[in-house]
């Protein structure tokens, strides 16, 4: 059968890969670009919310995916002392997978469906036209460039297309470590429990990633250099967090500090998520603060989106436009609100834990907070669906 159409695809992350296995199984010949000599995943651990886990069945990897995980039960809110602010039972984004694992499968699933993977393959640019350049001279064309290259994304600014690009005031660095074995046995008797914790302008989220990694992320704001020190300032964290000395003492001594680094979070806005044959998706066109645990979510249904949109239009001009005004308003959305939720950092202590408090008595916040989760992503089957 001849092919519809040919797409060079730079980023072998979430959203490139599931973009690369929407156009295959779509019957278009794809080609993904990977800077790295592997692939992996940067940021270690990942909430699978109702959206995310929609895709990974469309693409019938789901089973897959959440046996490499761990069922959470129950979201805990402290303060740095350690007393309970809030618990809730886990609604939304129940199961803790690593990305390692999930861009795993992405890749195998990719493979299958025929599509090709060139790892340490550095895309230096692109033209509207249809062409990408690699760093050693190497050119290809197509009829459909897809760049999903990442917070840096080299193509993006190249092309002139960021709207607005904000540096926020906060970041955070983020750790795997191994779990303690009485962990893994209060899982037994208690169930698993997601949490997180607030101290000032100082925050620490953790949960289980498996049954044997633990997921924990620090953030703080830039101008707090003893909090945003890597390896970690324990004794500035425990200062800050006395109920959760323990804790932070075996993230200073166990973490890998040496792929572990604190980064500012940033808010990416593009002017067009497209210009001539180029189509930018993920953290290129659409970066957000983690707070809401949906970059990633967004970048595969934008992804999957992108597939639906061009497989049904013959005009690739035409697709690209249907495409990013169908996905684009949702993604704001969520940016939005993301950004939102993180200004509780910036309260004072008694507003911080009244706003935490009061969150389970507001439906109608919740329901933004929700929106992206509860959407069911392009190219998916509708009807009711909970991981």
């Known amino acids: 059968m001849a092919k519809k159409g040919h797409v060079e ?13 929407g156009l295959a199984d779509r019957g278009w010949s794809v080609r ?5 000599s592997s692939l992996g995943a940067e940021g270690y651990g990942i909430a699978i919310q109702d959206n995310m886990a929609r895709v990974f069945s469309t693409l019938g990897i789901l089973d897959d995916i ?20 809030l618990r809730l039972n886990t609604g939304l984004g129940r199961y803790r997978i690593s990305r390692h694992h999930i861009i795993s499968l992405l890749s195998k699933r990719a493979l299958a469906a025929g599509v090709d993977i060139l790892t340490g393959s550095n895309i230096s640019g692109a033209s509207e036209e249809g062409k990408i350049y690699r760093s050693d001279g190497k050119s290809w064309s197509a009829d459909l460039i897809v760049a999903a290259d990442g917070i840096n994304s080299k193509i993006r600014e190249s092309l002139d297309l960021t709207k607005n690009h904000i540096l926020r005031k906060e970041g955070g660095v983020r750790v795997i470590i191994p779990r303690l074995p009485e962990e893994i046995e209060n899982d037994r008797k ?8 607030w101290s000032g302008d100082r925050r620490i989220l953790y949960c289980p990633n498996s049954q044997t990694e633990l997921y924990v992320i620090l953030t703080c704001m830039n101008k707090d250099l003893s909090g945003r020190v890597t390896p970690l300032d324990a004794e500035s964290w425990g200062k800050a967090f006395p109920g959760m000395t323990p804790l932070i003492n075996r993230v200073s001594e166990c973490a890998d500090w040496n792929e572990s680094k604190w980064a500012r979070f940033q808010t990416i806005r593009l002017k067009s998520w497209s210009t001539g044959r180029i189509a930018l998706l993920g953290d290129a066109a659409h970066a957000m603060p983690p707070y809401l645990g949906q970059g990633a979510g967004h970048a595969m249904m ?7 949109s061009v497989n049904e239009y013959s005009n690739i001009f035409a697709a690209l436009d249907n495409w990013e005004g ?20 910036f309260f004072p202590g008694w507003l911080k834990s009244l706003a935490i408090k009061t969150e389970k008595h507001l439906p109608w916040l919740a329901l933004q907070y929700s929106r992206a989760s509860k959407h069911i992503p392009t190219g998916c089957e509708s009807g009711d669906f909970r991981t």
């Open 9 to 21: 695809i730079i980023g072998a992350g979430f959203g490139g890969l599931v973009t690369a296995i």
């Open 32 to 36: 993904v670009h990977e800077r790295r």
């Open 66 to 85: 959440l046996a490499g995980g761990i069922e959470i039960d129950r979201r805990d809110s402290l303060d740095g002392n350690g007393n309970l602010l």
């Open 190 to 197: 208690h169930g698993t429990t997601m949490v997180e914790a």
């Open 302 to 308: 934008n992804g999957l989106g992108l597939a639906v």
């Open 326 to 345: 169908r996905e684009r308003p949702l993604t704001e959305h969520t940016q939005f609100w993301t950004s939102i939720y993180g200004k509780t950092i």
